[in-house]
């Protein structure tokens, strides 16, 4: 089964480079730097390493608590940390910089990856929520790379589809030295699929770990009184296509509840702000973006954050946050963040990657789940009029984020522990 998903995997790298080359027309990021996805490297090998891989932005504000805490208990030991997407590349240099050293995630291929690991010669690798790359796992095992996935996730859809090729799961999982998974739920998930009992624990989710400093949340703040002046903002961050047209539809009708109101919109992708800022111009909206410095008048319905790396600040600019790739069937996103910083969150029904999280959070009522963009102009409406059931939100949700911390913690001594050789 390895040989021929390696068969169909080179057949279809030309259509995979082009599909690169395609998105490059969005995100001109795409087009650059091919070389390291193909296993290419300039200059002398590096290493030993200690290897992280964090697919895109959510993976690896997930990881930079565990990043940074591995790096002041080792800090002999380099780090590389790979990617899959130019956003999640830039937020790695945003936060990290020359700390760690970063090149994209070589493609799933036994001669790609045997240049990354003769390049890099981690010692350990560390692979974020549920990656599971055969020919990674296999390379691994020969080269004695042990292979931890961390934050570990699989919901049972996930599960059902990795079932459908049991033999290509079971020989990848066979190779993994350790799953670190988020909830019981997962790792019984894991089981079903193929992991080992011995190396599969539940150590909770990292996610519950993001720190937000001080001065980003006064950053925040200033923003809120400079800029925008007293006005009731709504944050819509991380939407998808179709999102933002169902918000901005009911926009109006909001407002003459609301005449301060002002929906700030943070899109999860950078190639859409564009799109979004014409979505809501063909509404009628009048739109300043963040990327213009211009003023928000008293007449401004849109401020677009066309921006990366901002989102907690803005998340402490806002009064209510809705948290999007949920009212599409992405899955959502992380409502943590908001929480932590002590706004009201909202979110949708497509709550799939975040289902433990979704459901724990509303059965101790700090969160509103909306089945529609009625329901939540509702629900925004209920916030905006009734200050003690938005400070009860607020509260009970961080403290419901402040009581789960700690995995951080626990995910270091596994991996240190395995590092030291115990």
């Known amino acids: 089964m390895l040989r021929l ?17 395609w998105r490059g027309f969005k995100a001109p990021a795409y087009r650059e730097r091919w070389a390291e996805r193909l296993g290419i490297y300039r200059g002398p090998a590096r290493g030993p390493t200690l290897w992280f891989h964090c697919v895109s932005v959510g993976e690896a504000e997930a990881a930079f608590p565990l990043i940074r805490l591995l790096q002041a208990e080792l800090p002999a030991l380099p780090l590389v940390v790979t990617t899959t997407t130019p956003t999640g590349s830039a937020r790695i240099k945003a936060v990290l910089g020359d700390s760690v050293e970063h090149v994209y995630l070589p493609y799933d291929l036994p001669w790609i990856i045997t240049g990354f690991l003769r390049h890099f010669r981690p010692r350990l690798a560390v692979f974020m929520e549920k990656e599971l790359w055969p020919n990674i796992c296999a390379a691994c095992r020969r080269r004695a790379v042990p292979l931890f996935i961390v934050n570990a996730r699989l919901s049972a859809r996930s599960a059902a589809a ?4 049991p033999s290509l799961s079971q020989s990848a999982l066979a190779t993994v030295a350790g799953i670190a998974c988020q909830t019981q739920a997962d790792r019984q998930n894991f089981l079903q699929i193929g992991a080992l009992a011995d190396n599969t624990a539940v150590l909770g989710n990292l996610k519950f770990d993001v720190s937000i400093d001080a001065e980003v949340i006064e950053k925040g703040r200033q923003l809120k009184r400079s800029e925008f002046k007293g006005r009731f903002v709504w944050i819509l961050a991380s939407t998808h296509q179709d999102e933002e047209a169902q918000l901005m539809h009911i926009y109006p009708r909001l407002k003459r509840e609301i005449p301060e109101l002002l929906l700030m919109i943070a899109p999860r992708h950078p190639e859409r702000f564009h799109a979004v800022e014409r979505v809501a111009q063909e509404q009628g909206l009048a739109v300043v973006t963040r990327s213009s410095a211009r003023t928000v008048a008293a007449e401004t319905d849109v401020y677009l954050a066309d921006s990366m790396g901002e989102l907690k600040m803005l998340y402490a600019a806002a009064d209510v946050a809705f948290v999007g790739g949920s009212l599409v069937p992405v899955g959502g ?8 910083v002590g706004v009201p969150v909202l979110f949708g029904m497509q709550m799939f990657n975040f289902q433990d999280i979704a459901e724990r959070l509303l059965a101790e009522q700090a969160v509103v789940q909306c089945a529609d963009a009625q329901q939540l102009a509702a629900a925004v409406l209920r916030i905006y009029r009734d200050a003690d059931y938005r400070d009860k939100l607020a509260a009970t949700a961080k403290a419901f984020v402040l009581r789960n911390q700690g995995a951080t913690r626990r995910v270091a001594d596994l991996l240190i522990a395995r590092l030291r050789g115990n």
């Open 162 to 165: 990795y079932r459908k090729m």
């Open 5 to 21: 998903y390696t068969c169909l995997f080179t057949l279809a790298l030309p259509l995979i480079l082009a599909r690169l080359y």
């Open 333 to 340: 996103h992380n409502v943590l963040e908001p929480a932590l």
